[in-house]
């Protein structure tokens, strides 16, 4: 519908495009526990990262349609590789996302804490074809210190990045209103950081669309 699309500030052509691009054929590509292991670099790739359980390999599934292409871990901590599934329409350039290692999971051994942290900076700060990083924060949480750590990282790295809000189903809708204009007040001062802030839901589908429509948008303005 065109109100819908006017709302969420994307076109009815960007929503159509967007849904193209997600109805297409992902596959796994490769996990990545070091820096070393990375698939070579081919087309654009959009990373997802966040705090442990905020909800990363849900939202991947959720876009792609796919309920299982990245596992959901009822045990929090348990991605501690780069994992890359590729995808697209036929005819664009193929198109990676990456499930990232979660970070601020305390009850880990530190030894391993520190191998997959230098792991998620390196990656963020060095990959020449990170197209853009979404920053996943669980709507009932807002933002913590270790997101802060990793959007100091990205501003001084000059990456771009947009916040997904995660869980919006959690919330009432003025409570979720408060969280979001919170955020983008916090945003503010963050030179790399997308000023729109997106609520989305995997349970619902929430905001799903909106953010395949974003993707699409993203991978235009590149070529
Ligand atoms: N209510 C709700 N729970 C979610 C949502 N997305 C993920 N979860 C739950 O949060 C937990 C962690 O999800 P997961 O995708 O594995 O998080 P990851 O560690 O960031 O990859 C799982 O128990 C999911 O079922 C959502 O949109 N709404
Ligand atoms: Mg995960």
Request: net charge positive; aromatic share 6%; charged share 20%.
């Given at each position: 519908m065109k109100r819908a699309a006017d709302?969420?500030?994307?076109?009815a052509a960007e929503i159509e495009a967007g849904r193209r691009l997600f109805a297409g054929?992902?596959?796994?590509?490769?996990?990545?526990?070091?820096?070393?292991a990375l698939p070579p670099m081919a087309g654009p790739e959009i990373a997802f990262a966040g705090r442990s359980n905020v909800g990363k390999s849900s939202l991947i599934n959720a876009l792609t349609g796919r309920r299982a292409l990245?596992?959901?871990?009822?045990?929090?901590?348990?991605?501690?590789?780069?994992?890359?599934?590729a995808g697209g329409e036929g005819g664009h350039d193929r198109v990676?996302?990456?499930?990232?290692?979660?970070?601020?999971?305390?009850?880990a051994p530190r030894a391993k804490v520190a191998a997959w942290t230098a792991l998620i900076y390196d990656y963020?700060?060095?990959?020449a074809t990170l197209a853009r990083v979404y920053l996943l924060i669980d709507a009932r949480r807002g933002l913590m210190p270790a997101d802060d750590e990793i959007m100091a990282t990205l501003d001084q790295a000059a990456?771009?990045?947009q916040v997904v809000l995660t869980k919006s189903d959690a919330l009432a809708a003025a409570a979720l209103e408060e969280r979001s204009a919170s955020l983008r007040q916090q945003l503010a001062k963050r030179p790399a950081a997308y000023p729109m802030v997106l609520a989305t839901s995997a349970e619902t589908a929430?905001?799903?669309?909106?953010l395949r429509a974003a993707i699409h948008r993203l991978l235009r303005e590149r070529r």
């Amino acid at each position: 519908m065109k109100r819908a699309a006017d709302l969420s500030g994307f076109s009815a052509a960007e929503i159509e495009a967007g849904r193209r691009l997600f109805a297409g054929d992902w596959q796994f590509v490769a996990a990545a526990p070091a820096l070393t292991a990375l698939p070579p670099m081919a087309g654009p790739e959009i990373a997802f990262a966040g705090r442990s359980n905020v909800g990363k390999s849900s939202l991947i599934n959720a876009l792609t349609g796919r309920r299982a292409l990245a596992r959901t871990a009822a045990t929090p901590g348990r991605t501690q590789e780069l994992i890359f599934f590729a995808g697209g329409e036929g005819g664009h350039d193929r198109v990676a996302l990456v499930d990232m290692p979660g970070y601020g999971y305390a009850a880990a051994p530190r030894a391993k804490v520190a191998a997959w942290t230098a792991l998620i900076y390196d990656y963020l700060r060095g990959r020449a074809t990170l197209a853009r990083v979404y920053l996943l924060i669980d709507a009932r949480r807002g933002l913590m210190p270790a997101d802060d750590e990793i959007m100091a990282t990205l501003d001084q790295a000059a990456v771009s990045y947009q916040v997904v809000l995660t869980k919006s189903d959690a919330l009432a809708a003025a409570a979720l209103e408060e969280r979001s204009a919170s955020l983008r007040q916090q945003l503010a001062k963050r030179p790399a950081a997308y000023p729109m802030v997106l609520a989305t839901s995997a349970e619902t589908a929430a905001g799903i669309t909106e953010l395949r429509a974003a993707i699409h948008r993203l991978l235009r303005e590149r070529r």
